[in-house]
């Protein structure tokens, strides 16, 4: 069984900075795409940020500039720096991964995992 946890929202003025992790735990085989993604009130979720396993990063480009994510391949986690907040920045944000796990020798599956949420709340 796999979990990813999420922590670091809050509440933040704009123009204000918060730091997001999340730590993917269980049991793992391995680790591939992380990211996460957002959703604001009314609207669809969207990607923001991800990141391959060799460090290869990409960004919805209302972020760049601004946003910042990066990994810790030997710990399973992914971290996303935000500076320079914009309240349309505030939104529900999800850690994503893909993860995979061996339930046998020789059985080596691999699925998308989400975390439960952290809301980012950036005031104006």
């Known amino acids: 069984q796999v979990q990813l946890g999420e922590s670091g929202g809050g509440l933040v003025q704009a123009g204000g900075s918060l730091r997001l992790s999340c730590a993917a735990a269980?049991?793992?085989?391995?680790?591939?795409?992380m990211g996460w993604y957002r959703q604001a009130p009314g609207k669809q979720r969207e990607l923001v940020a991800t990141?391959?396993?060799?460090?290869?990063?990409n960004y919805v480009d209302s972020v760049k500039g601004r946003f910042t994510i990066s990994r810790d391949n030997a710990k399973n986690t992914v971290t996303l720096q935000m500076n320079s907040l914009k309240p349309e920045d505030t939104a529900v944000y999800y850690c994503?991964?893909?993860?995979?796990?061996?339930?046998?020798?020789?059985?080596?599956?691999?699925?998308?995992?989400w975390g439960k949420g952290t809301l980012v709340t950036v005031s104006s």
């Open positions: 994503h991964a893909v993860i995979a796990t061996m339930a046998q020798i020789g059985d080596i599956r691999a699925m998308d995992y």
């Open positions: 990141i391959t396993r060799d460090g290869n990063t």
């Open positions: 269980g049991n793992i085989f391995s680790v591939s795409a």
